[in-house]
């Protein structure tokens, strides 16, 4: 289960306050995942006092609202980070960010798919730097993009281009992930998916024999 | 008071927080940074084993424009229930309660009247309306909060408000469950040209895989 509370000392009116949470959580919560099972009782609640003193914000679309969302995008993204960074049994979080989609939304449905797979969380924690399932992960997000534009990155080391896989250097990429399992640091997986404007973010982390163990003695 | 909530905010280590580069500036304090919110966190006795805090409290000195995003899990946990129900019926809310150990889903009509009982005993201690309080669990899925436990810890906890950063870090460990580290950020930066602050804290390990509306 993720549990959230937000608070923030600006004013600004119901109607606006939820639509902003609810795109601050779409931009973040809800683009982590550890184990890809959605709990029952996943909550975010957020709080705006109105304390600060600062110009009452009414209008989504106003300077101030934005200024507002990007710093709760930040907040929330901190925090939804650091659950994935946290997940059970990781040794490192997995950031991994898509370009070139129609749009945010797209660019975010495929960025989270490549980080559910348990297949590239595993060849994570092998230290295998195995594009292929990054890029079958990729395709089955749902989202349609010409294979021949998929190019993949893993850290510096460019794995794919063009939808060719590359002749990369392989001790350089597997220890790329090996040192990032060392101090539980991040592990960038970089996707571009085509010439449009969109990028999306996703949180996950790598599959260790822990998470077995955790959640064979957490019992009901 | 004081002692109990920087006892608390130790018992494990705060999470490295990755946050994004702009113009704000990471301030200490999570979700007490934002001027008119108190919190704390306390060991209620509701985990199974160990005494890390379970029990946590935030609370708004004004009533505070309110928004929520719940699970869209058809098995919904009690406190979601509630929640959705809640803040249908009110753009305000001025108490959030958190318990750690049982996440009172799958818990029937009963665990639903823990929910609420645990609502009613808050409001009157804090002197709300019950519909100003709202309730969050995690836990063991399919088991009932420790009501009496919980119950009993409500005056403890709510003597223990603070607006200092050990009360935000205190709330931040006693949400957690097999959480190795607690994740609180508060950042300050301007809307408008005023200085305004934005805090939270969350907590998450397992079972993670969001999709909140």
Not at chain 1, 6 to 15: E, G, H, K, S, W
Not at chain 1, 46 to 67: K, N, V
Not at chain 1, 145 to 163: H, T, W
Not at chain 2, 20 to 29: R, Y
Request: charged share 20%; hydrophobic share 45%; net charge negative.
């Amino acid at each position: 289960t993720m549990l959230g509370i937000i608070t923030t000392d600006a004013l600004v009116n119901t109607d606006v306050w939820r639509k902003m949470v609810q795109i601050a959580v779409n931009r973040s919560f809800n683009q982590i995942t550890v184990d890809g099972d959605t709990s029952t009782n996943d909550t975010v609640i957020a709080l705006a006092s109105g304390l600060s003193g600062s110009t009452s914000i009414s209008s989504l679309a106003s300077y101030e609202a934005i200024e507002l969302q990007s710093c709760l995008d930040a907040v929330m993204q901190g925090l939804a980070k650091s659950i994935a960074w946290d997940g059970e049994g990781a040794t490192c979080l997995i950031e991994v960010t898509v370009t070139g989609a129609e749009s945010e939304v797209e660019a975010a449905k495929i960025a989270r798919s490549v980080a559910s797979s348990s297949l590239v969380k595993a060849a994570v924690y092998g230290r295998d730097p195995n594009w292929g399932r990054i890029a079958a992960a990729a395709g089955y997000a749902g989202i349609h993009f010409l294979q021949s534009k998929l190019c993949i990155r893993l850290g510096d080391v460019l794995l794919m281009d063009n939808g060719q896989p590359l002749a990369f250097d392989r001790a350089v990429a597997s220890g790329y992930l090996r040192k990032a399992g060392e101090i539980h640091d991040t592990v960038g997986i970089h996707i571009s998916v085509g010439e449009g404007s969109g990028i999306g973010r996703a949180w996950g982390c790598d599959l260790s024999y822990d998470y077995v163990k955790i959640n064979g003695e957490y019992t009901t | 008071a004081s002692s109990t909530l920087n006892e608390a905010s130790n018992c494990i280590p705060v999470a490295p927080i990755f946050l994004p580069e702009g113009p704000w500036k990471e301030i200490p304090g999570g979700v007490t940074a934002a001027k008119g919110f108190k919190a704390a966190g306390i060991y209620g006795g509701l985990r199974a084993t160990g005494e890390k805090p379970d029990l946590a409290l935030v609370t708004c000195d004004v009533d505070a424009i309110a928004a929520g995003a719940f699970t869209t899990n058809v098995v919904a946990a009690a406190p979601v229930i509630y929640c959705r129900h809640a803040l249908d019926n009110s753009e305000t809310a001025r108490a959030v309660l958190i318990n750690a150990g049982q996440a009172n889903a799958a818990t029937g009509d009963a665990g639903y009247q823990d929910a609420l009982e645990c609502v009613d005993t808050l409001a009157m201690l804090l002197n709300l309306k019950p519909k100003e309080v709202l309730i969050e669990s995690t836990g063991v899925i399919g088991q009932r909060i420790r009501k009496e436990a919980l119950l009993n810890s409500l005056p403890r906890l709510v003597n223990n408000l603070s607006s200092s950063a050990e009360g935000a870090g205190s709330a931040a460990v006693a949400i957690t469950t097999t959480d190795l580290v607690s994740k609180s950020v508060a950042v300050e930066s301007q809307v408008g040209g005023t200085k305004i602050r934005v805090g939270g804290m969350a907590k998450g390990s397992g079972m993670i895989h969001p999709n909140m509306a």
